[in-house]
Nanobody
Framework: QVQLVESGGGLVRPGGSLRLSCAAS????????MSWYRQAPGKEREWVGR???????YYTDSVKGRFTISRDNAKNTVYLEMNSLTPEDTAVYYC??????WGQGTQVTVSS
């Protein structure tokens, strides 16, 4: 079983940046895919992007060029770097391991 804890959320102005972290309870070396999702108020949870064990990344179109996912296997942590944030990025952000384990989420609010 893997436990995931997200952190780094908060309130940021439009155009600003945030870096989210997802710390795993154990080694993530055996985890093939680490993903980020988000859920805005009144909307379904949507996939944001993912990173494989080899470091290859994929993103949903709305965040391409603005968001970057990275992983530090030595620290058992995955990151979501978010730049040029807009109010439409406001959501609870979740990390997911291999489509099975979820963190509790961290709130990101983009507002002036």
């Amino acid at each position: 079983q893997v436990q995931l804890v997200e952190s780094g959320g908060g309130l940021v102005r439009p155009g600003g940046s945030l870096r989210l972290s997802c710390a795993a309870s154990g080694s993530i070396l055996s985890i093939a895919i680490m993903s980020w999702y988000r859920q805005a108020p009144g909307k379904e949870r949507e996939w944001v992007g993912r990173i494989g064990n080899g470091g290859r990344t994929y993103y949903t179109d709305s965040v391409k060029g603005r968001f970057t996912i990275s992983r530090d296997n030595a620290k058992n942590t995955v990151y979501l770097e978010m730049n040029s944030l807009t109010p439409e990025d406001t959501a609870v952000y979740y990390c997911n391991a291999d489509g099975t384990w979820w963190g509790q989420g961290t709130q990101v609010t983009v507002s002036s």
